[in-house]
Antibody, heavy 120, light 105 residues
Framework: QVQLVESGGGVVQPGRSLRLSCAAS????????MHWVRQAPGKGLEWVAA????????FHGDSVKGRFTISRDNSKNTLYLQMNSLRAEDTAVYYC?????????????WGQGTLVPVSS | SYELTQPPSVSVALGQTASISCGGN??????VNWYQQKPGQAPALVIY???NRPSGIPERFSGSNSGNTATLTISGAQAGDEADYYC????????FGGGTKLTVL
């Protein structure tokens, strides 16, 4: 079945870097755009980044622009989020989600999320 | 940037109809999606492209979008519908509403 599994979360100090991964299975990964969405503890959903099916187009939210980078490796069926210069306000559960052929499409499949606490 | 405004909470009696609004400037010209999130779970899509239901979503979930407001309607609300609901759209980047906690009394 269609499945997304995030990994790479964990406690990280402010100013440090972390890379999240999202392993996809059960569908043709290279045909779908992908997104990262985060949720701070007790708060709502915040869109983080999106990437086209072939990786040629990338979009990042204002709060992470210049610090976070979305990427993908279609040969490994894996989505990534490189997070640099982390701040306390980046503390959240990070979800990867599948869109359709376009980044504009709805998010029809979500992973279970990985927690990133940013703390000294 | 595009702002989406949702009421923080909505209550509905068991078996009655709940409406959750999502306000935005000329939102009727955009395609709106809705997600349900239960405690401790990842979000799940319940409505896409304004009014379409994914397979497996009950018919009691419906959506509309016109003018400056998109609306998620749950007819015959059940206890299992109690959750947080988020509207979302794409406008050069992704945007989520602040979320609405639905309580079924």
């Amino acid at each position: 079945q269609v499945q997304l599994v995030e990994s790479g979360g964990g406690v990280v100090q402010p100013g440090r870097s972390l890379r999240l991964s999202c392993a996809a299975s059960g569908f043709t990964f290279s045909s779908y755009a992908m997104h990262w969405v985060r949720q701070a503890p007790g708060k709502g959903l915040e869109w983080v980044a999106a990437i086209s099916h072939d990786g040629s187009d990338k979009f990042h939210g204002d709060s992470v622009k210049g610090r976070f980078t979305i990427s993908r490796d279609n040969s490994k069926n894996t989505l990534y989020l490189q997070m640099n210069s982390l701040r306390a306000e980046d503390t959240a559960v990070y979800y990867c989600a599948r869109a359709g052929n376009s980044v504009r499409d709805w998010l029809d499949t979500w992973g279970q999320g990985t927690l990133v606490p940013v703390s000294s | 940037s595009y702002e989406l405004t949702q009421p923080p909470s909505v209550s509905v009696a068991l078996g009655q109809t709940a409406s959750i609004s999502c306000g935005g400037n000329n939102i009727g010209t955009k395609s709106v999606n809705w997600y349900q999130q239960k405690p401790g779970q990842a979000p799940a899509l319940v409505i896409y492209r304004d009014y379409n239901r994914p397979s497996g979503i009950p018919e009691r979930f419906s959506g509309s979008n016109s003018g400056n407001t998109a609306t998620l309607t749950i007819s015959g609300a059940q206890a299992g519908d109690e959750a947080d609901y988020y509207c979302q759209l794409w406008d050069s980047s992704g945007f989520f509403g602040g979320g609405t906690k639905l309580t079924v009394l």
